[in-house]
């Protein structure tokens, strides 16, 4: 079975400039979650998406959003490129929302952004 | 504020030893807890998940025990190999959507 997949895995971009992130979850889970890793940090929470609804929203600016698609994969879409957004972008996604029995949180690869 | 820390920072053995690697977690009211392992530039690959109802999990030379009302995870690693060479996270889950990640364990490991 294929894992998360994310793309793309490496991408460029200039101040200014928007970008869009893509996540494909694991088959049969309708939650996925986007972190971001800033380089010698951990992951911090960026949104929460289940069964095509926001369940949760870090503490980002506004010129970041997501989006959750019918077959459950999602976007992640960040606006007015600052260099400080230069970082792993993970996704995540797991069978169910929240923290409770056995739900698992499974990371794809991440998409690495890079603002020049 | 749910803060994680993880001690120590970074950790440098040679291989065969038994490690402890430590986090602690501001609130423990906790749901669950993940270790993950991050090799350098990668995602994270989860190695063991402990319910708030459960006290340690293992998995092969990985064992990973939780005390609440403390707020502390440990993870030890049995007679560690090269191969284990990477950063090792652990992040609580909390009533919330989200994952609360420390910094992190840079683990070397050499022959």
């Known amino acids: 079975d294929a894992g998360v997949t994310q793309s793309p895995t490496h991408l460029i971009k200039t101040r200014g400039q928007h970008v869009t992130l893509r996540c494909s979850p694991i088959?049969?889970?309708?939650?996925v979650s986007w972190y971001q890793q800033v380089l010698g940090q951990g992951p911090q929470f960026i949104f929460q998406y289940y069964e095509k609804e926001e369940r949760g929203r870090g503490n980002f600016p506004d010129r970041f959003s997501a989006r959750q698609f019918p077959n459950y994969s999602s976007e992640l879409n960040v606006n007015a490129l600052l260099l400080g957004d230069s970082a792993l972008y993970l996704c995540a996604s797991s069978f169910e929302a929240g923290g409770s029995g056995a739900n698992v949180l499974t990371f794809g690869a991440g998409s690495r952004l890079t603002v020049l | 504020k749910q803060e994680v820390t993880q001690i120590p920072a970074a950790l440098s053995v040679p291989e065969g030893e038994n490690l402890v690697l430590n986090c602690s977690f501001t609130?423990?009211?906790?749901?669950?807890l993940q270790w993950f392992r991050q090799d350098p530039g990668k995602g994270l690959t989860s190695l063991l998940l402990i319910q708030s109802s459960q006290r340690e999990q293992t998995s092969g030379r990985l064992n990973a025990s939780l005390d609440k009302s403390s707020g502390r995870s440990t993870l030890y690693i049995a007679a560690s190999q090269p191969g284990d060479s990477a950063t090792y996270l652990c992040a609580p889950w909390y009533n919330t959507d989200k994952l609360i990640f420390g910094t992190g364990t840079r683990l070397q490991v050499f022959p």
């Open positions: 609130d423990s009211a906790i749901y669950n």
């Open positions: 088959s049969g889970h309708k939650s």
